[in-house]
């Protein structure tokens, strides 16, 4: 079992930044891909960014493509998501989540979630 918990979240202005982190702990040797999605209210859970564990590759939705980056530090066991060029549309609860087996945008593919963290962008 993989426990996550996120932080950074906050309340910036339009054009701000903002670096989440997520910070996994228990059978951390399970971990395939580690993922961002968010949710704004009424709306479904969107792929976000994902990065694999081993080798680094990523993926971005198109619409942070430039202005988000995920990294990773394996030694730390955590997962990083630096947003920049913030929009107001980027307002959601932001959840990192772990695949143990697979890779790929869709939420079913992962295996555990994080509780979540507010990010709130203000114009």
């Known amino acids: 079992q993989v426990q996550l918990v996120e932080s950074g979240g906050g309340l910036v202005q339009a054009g701000g930044s903002l670096r989440l982190s997520c910070a996994a702990s228990?059978?951390?040797?399970?971990?395939?891909?580690m993922g961002w999605f968010r949710q704004a209210p009424g709306k479904e859970r969107e792929f976000v960014a994902a990065?694999?564990?081993?080798?680094?590759?990523?993926d971005y939705t198109n619409s942070v493509k430039g202005r988000f980056t995920i990294s990773r530090d394996n030694a730390k066991n955590t997962v990083y998501l630096q947003m920049n060029g913030l929009k107001p549309e980027d307002t959601a609860v932001y959840y990192c989540?772990?695949?143990?087996?697979?890779?790929?945008?869709?939420?079913?593919?992962?295996?555990?979630w994080g509780q979540g963290t507010q990010v709130t962008v203000s114009s």
């Open positions: 990065i694999s564990w081993s080798g680094g590759g990523t």
């Open positions: 989540a772990t695949a143990f087996r697979n890779s790929g945008r869709s939420p079913g593919l992962y295996d555990a």
């Open positions: 228990g059978r951390t040797f399970t971990i395939r891909t």
